[in-house]
C-alpha cells in the first residue's frame, strides 16, 4: 500500500458538482433555479470578448444585437427593428449614390 498522505475517509474524496460557472463563480446558487440560470447567462454574454475589428466581430455584435432586441420584446423590440431599418436604409443610399457617381464618371 502506498502512502498518499490522505486518510482515506469519504471527506478526502472529489465531490461532483455542478459544471461550469456555478462551480467557479455562482458557488451556493442551485443551478436548476431559473433564475440562477439566466444570471449565469447573463454573466457568459458580458464577459464574452471578441475583436471588433474583425468582420467575426463585426458580426457577433449583431448577433448579440438580434438576440437582445428578441430577449426584450415590447416597444423596445419595434425600436430595435427601427434602428435596423434605418441602418439598412443608409447602406442603401450610400451604395446607390456610389453606383451613381461610378457610372457619371464612367459615361461623363
Do not use: C, K
Not at 490522505?6 to 459544471?19: L, V
Not at 451556493?28 to 467575426?56: I, M
Not at 449583431?62 to 416597444?75: M, S
Not at 451604395?95 to 457610372?103: C, E, K, N, Q, S
Amino acid at each position: 500500500m502506498v502512502a498518499t498522505g490522505s486518510s482515506g475517509t469519504a471527506d478526502d474524496e472529489p465531490r461532483p458538482g455542478p459544471p461550469g460557472r456555478f462551480a467557479d463563480d455562482l458557488i451556493g446558487l442551485d443551478p436548476d433555479d431559473p433564475e440562477a440560470r439566466a444570471f449565469a447567462e447573463h454573466l457568459d454574454r458580458v464577459e464574452r470578448v471578441r475583436p471588433g475589428y474583425t468582420v467575426e466581430g463585426y458580426i457577433g455584435g449583431v448577433g448579440d444585437f438580434a438576440d437582445a432586441a428578441n430577449r426584450l420584446g415590447g416597444h423596445y423590440r419595434v425600436t430595435a427593428g427601427i434602428v435596423v431599418t434605418l441602418i439598412l436604409l443608409g447602406v442603401i443610399v450610400a451604395a446607390w449614390d456610389t453606383l451613381v457617381f461610378i457610372f457619371s464618371m464612367l459615361l461623363g
